[in-house]
């Protein structure tokens, strides 16, 4: 199934389960991960209701957007996700590869980006870092 076909509280959802897989990836539920969805989700416009349910019925299922832009939208959130615990664990990164791939992105640039991301570890990330790897490979 194609996220575009979905209505917009089940894109949304879909959204947010990413994300929410992705936190306990590592096995643990950091609170700024946590902070993070529940933002993510009230910008998406979901309620506080919402956003509990789909945390705690977690299901990953991916459905993948057809717009560029909107997988990499997606790719953005997941980046954002991993790096804001301070720590990027071998399950995150695995996590990562698993998602980019399905959302159609090359192995290549998911690497690079994780190389970006430590490159810059306990530093602010350069508002242009992740999308100068992407550029690589945009068609």
Same mark, same amino acid.
């Given at each position: 199934m194609n996220l575009d076909d979905l209505g917009g509280d089940a894109r949304k959802e879909n959204i947010l389960a990413i994300m929410a897989?992705?936190?306990?990836? +590592?096995?643990?539920?950091? &609170? *700024? &991960?946590?902070v993070y969805i529940l933002k993510l989700g009230l910008s998406l416009g979901?309620?506080?209701?919402?956003? #509990? +349910?789909v945390t705690i019925n977690n299901n990953p299922t991916l459905f993948v957007p057809s717009s560029e832009a909107e997988r990499m939208? $997606?790719?953005? %959130?997941?980046?954002? @996700?991993? #790096?804001?615990?301070? +720590? $990027?664990? &071998?399950?995150?990164? &695995?996590?990562? %590869?698993?998602?980019?791939?399905?959302?159609?992105? *090359?192995?290549?640039?998911?690497? *690079?980006?994780? #190389?970006? @991301?430590?490159? *810059?570890?306990?530093? #602010? @990330?350069?508002? +242009?870092a992740i999308l100068k790897e992407v550029k690589k490979y945009l068609n």
């Open positions: 897989a992705m936190s306990t990836a +590592d096995g643990t539920f950091h &609170e *700024n &991960e946590m979901m309620t506080d209701e919402q956003i #509990r +349910d939208e $997606i790719l953005v %959130y997941l980046v954002c @996700l991993i #790096r804001i615990d301070g +720590d $990027i664990t &071998e399950e995150e990164k &695995e996590m990562l %590869y698993h998602f980019a791939l399905k959302l159609g992105f *090359n192995h290549l640039l998911v690497s *690079n980006i994780i #190389r970006v @991301l430590h490159a *810059n570890k306990g530093k #602010r @990330l350069p508002p +242009d």
